[in-house]
């Protein structure tokens, strides 16, 4: 069972997720297995599938990272305004607005 949580996802089949879902564990279990599948995908680049599966986990860190390797900039300015002020995401995330040249979204997270 801990390697099926590790890789999270065998075939295709996200079989862990479902045993949770119908009771087989908890909530830290749900996040950890939900955490782990996104980076699965994210292993893969196949960052669509990623972020659903971090913004499930609640983790912005990891959404962040795959919405600017979507280039997804609506996702990553509202995801933005979820994070708590003097978050150092903030700056990481201004960062790469500053990096693609979309200076204005850029000092608004620095301001944030």
């Given at each position: 069972?801990?390697?099926?949580?590790?890789l999270?996802?065998?075939?295709?089949?996200?079989?862990?997720?479902?045993?949770?879902?119908?009771?087989?564990?908890?909530?830290?279990?749900?996040?950890?297995?939900?955490?782990?599948?996104?980076?699965?995908?994210a292993?893969?680049?196949?960052?669509?599938?990623?972020?659903?599966?971090?913004?499930?986990?609640?983790?912005?860190?990891?959404?962040?990272?795959?919405?600017?390797?979507?280039?997804?900039?609506?996702?990553?300015?509202?995801?933005?305004?979820?994070?708590?002020?003097?978050?150092?995401?903030?700056?990481?995330?201004?960062?790469?607005?500053?990096?693609?040249?979309?200076?204005?979204?850029?000092?608004?997270d620095?301001?944030?």
């Amino acid at each position: 069972m801990f390697m099926m949580i590790l890789l999270g996802c065998y075939m295709g089949e996200c079989r862990v997720e479902k045993l949770i879902l119908n009771g087989a564990g908890d909530d830290l279990l749900l996040e950890l297995t939900w955490n782990n599948i996104g980076d699965y995908f994210a292993d893969r680049k196949n960052w669509s599938k990623a972020a659903t599966y971090f913004a499930k986990a609640e983790n912005p860190d990891k959404l962040a990272d795959c919405y600017y390797a979507l280039e997804n900039w609506g996702a990553l300015a509202k995801l933005m305004d979820t994070i708590h002020d003097g978050s150092p995401l903030l700056l990481s995330i201004a960062k790469k607005f500053a990096s693609v040249g979309i200076c204005k979204q850029a000092v608004k997270d620095l301001l944030h």
